[in-house]
């Protein structure tokens, strides 16, 4: 079955400093592939998602993210973070064989200025 | 638009009593999901919902959990007799349909329960 890691349980930044989440899913074919944020007593919003076409591709709130078809990854990127990007973030990715979404366990970003 | 609705938001239960999550679609969303989310995992789905009919509750545990979706709109979740591993924060999502691809999945604010 197919299954979705985020290697980074938990990232703590410095206002400015670039942001890398790392996300890998298990096993090819086609996919969709999500990225999801829940800010502090928030619930789960949709930062950005991939059907196909380029493989990158830009969210919300300056968030992108590279999907690399021969790596399995879907690594989340931001230039330049700010104090408001405390979240939890979630990649997920849609299963074609079940059409279940599939989430990682989670990254939390903890970001000071 | 109004958000997915959900209630209560906070619920604590001792052990082997039961509970029961409300939850009110986005108005003309046909999917209806329910996912638990344990502390330091991802949600993981129970449930789904297409109208009234159920459409995968493979993950659903049927010997304590049950969920209905009367009328196609709201739905509910129940747990009987509920577990100390039930502790968790119960999410539901709604979407226009699961046959599209491009559907996206709108979260309510989830209920956090708490079985002592």
């Known amino acids: 079955a197919q299954s979705v890691s985020q290697h980074n349980h938990h990232v703590i930044l410095s206002e400015a400093a670039s942001l890398e989440l790392g996300c890998n899913y298990s096993?090819?074919?086609?996919?969709?592939l999500f990225w999801y944020v829940q800010y502090p007593g928030q619930h789960l919003q949709l930062l950005l998602k991939?059907?196909?076409?380029?493989?990158l591709v830009k969210g919300i709130k300056g968030f992108e993210a590279e999907f690399i078809k021969s790596k399995f990854s879907f690594n989340l990127r931001k230039p330049s973070v700010q104090w408001s990007d405390t979240a939890e973030y979630f990649c997920a990715v849609r299963d074609y064989n079940t059409d279940k979404l599939i989430f990682g366990t989670g990254t939390r970003l903890q970001v000071f200025p | 638009e109004a958000g997915v609705a959900q209630s209560p938001r906070y619920k604590i239960i001792e052990k082997r009593q039961s509970v029961a999550f409300w939850c009110n679609p986005i108005s003309g969303h046909a999917t209806l999901y329910w996912y638990q989310q344990i502390l330091g995992q991802g949600p993981k789905l129970l449930i789904q919902?297409?109208?009234?009919?159920?459409?995968?509750d493979s993950q659903l545990p049927k010997d304590r959990f049950s969920a209905e979706r009367l009328k196609g709109v709201d739905s509910t979740l129940k747990i009987q007799p509920a577990k100390l591993e039930d502790s968790a924060v119960y999410l539901c999502a709604s979407s226009r349909t699961g046959a599209n691809i491009y559907n996206e999945q709108f979260f309510g604010p989830g209920t956090r329960l708490t079985v002592l």
């Open positions: 919902f297409q109208n009234n009919g159920v459409v995968d």
């Open positions: 991939y059907f196909s076409g380029d493989p």
């Open positions: 096993y090819g074919g086609t996919v969709n």
